[in-house]
């Protein structure tokens, strides 16, 4: 009877060791093209023209960076990127919401077909969309504004930010609201005072992933800003291209290692604060 614990701990060996190194190797994948872009930020001309490319730059240099400031205006196009992400994030969660505890609490046909149309419209291709976009952006009068392409970007990751919350309220005792009710408290009190708070996990989540989508996205803003003092991060990265598509690498590099630090960053700071002990208290004494 003792060999059985130590025998099925062996036969679990080779199989853990064998996820740590597939683990590894995901990471070595995901880590390859931040690192390889880092060397590149720093490398001098001389470097990124030869025919053995190194992983450590021999002479390390400034020289892109300064480059790319003098070329283009990163921190005006920053900062849009910035507003038009953190508004959609705020909006999306905000708008999302409400909407999700209807899905996850009140069950019936026409909250299951919400929920698939929800998923399907993710399948949609953005050529598709952005015609009848601009069609209503320009009835509204916000073509080649930010607040029109906020609302695009809201529009857009709503429906996966209404998919993750509804799973996060269902995760939700329902005790607890049944327990607010006896205490008297509304639909609307409950969910803002008992529901909400014990969302902060998923509300946190959602707002990263419409925070770190609109911060990338490059097509709609493409598309939809014409004039430079508005356009974003993503669409000034593309003036480092020549007119035959030629790229001045080092400065390239330089503005998109820049632009990839908020984005991190931001997932960070904040991925600390989406689990641990967010039920804690939940329960009157």
């Not at 900062?79 to 009140?106: E, F, K």
């Not at 077909?113 to 015609?131: C, E, Y």
């Given at each position: 009877m003792r060999d059985r614990p130590v025998s099925a701990f062996r036969s679990r060996g080779p199989a853990r060791a064998g996820q740590y190194a597939a683990l590894l190797a995901y990471l070595v994948f995901l880590g390859f093209p931040f690192l390889w872009l880092l060397s590149t930020a720093f490398k001098p001309a001389t470097e990124l023209g030869s025919l053995h490319p190194t992983w450590i730059p021999e002479d390390p240099t400034l020289d892109n960076f300064r480059q790319a400031f003098g070329e283009q205006p990163l921190l005006r196009a920053?900062?849009?990127?910035?507003?038009?992400?953190?508004?959609?994030?705020?909006?999306?969660?905000?708008?999302?919401?409400?909407?999700?505890?209807?899905?996850?609490?009140?069950?019936?046909?026409?909250?299951?077909?919400?929920?698939?149309?929800?998923?399907?419209?993710?399948?949609?291709?953005?050529?598709?969309?952005?015609?009848?976009?601009?069609?209503?952006?320009?009835?509204?009068?916000l073509v080649n504004s930010l607040p029109g392409l906020v609302l695009v970007y809201v529009v857009w990751s709503l429906p996966f930010a209404l998919w993750m919350l509804t799973g996060y309220v269902r995760a939700v005792p329902v005790e607890l609201e049944e327990a607010a009710a006896v205490d008297g408290a509304g639909r609307l009190r409950t969910l803002v005072s008992v529901t909400a708070p014990l969302l902060a996990p998923g509300l946190v989540a959602t707002a990263l992933f419409a925070f770190v989508t609109a911060w990338n996205e490059f097509f709609f803003a493409l598309v939809l800003l014409k004039t430079p003092e508005k356009q974003t991060l993503p669409v000034v990265l593309t003036h480092f291209l020549g007119a035959e598509g030629v790229a001045d690498l080092g400065p390239l590099a330089a503005a998109a290692f820049l632009a990839t630090l908020p984005s991190l960053l931001v997932f960070a700071v904040i991925q600390r604060r989406i689990t641990g002990g967010m039920l804690a208290g939940a329960v009157k004494s």
């Open positions: 920053a900062g849009n990127s910035l507003l038009a992400a953190l508004a959609a994030a705020v909006v999306a969660v905000a708008v999302a919401t409400p909407m999700a505890y209807v899905l996850a609490r009140h069950r019936s046909r026409l909250t299951a077909a919400a929920t698939g149309w929800v998923v399907v419209s993710q399948a949609f291709p953005f050529v598709l969309l952005i015609i009848p976009l601009f069609l209503v952006l320009k009835n509204l009068h």
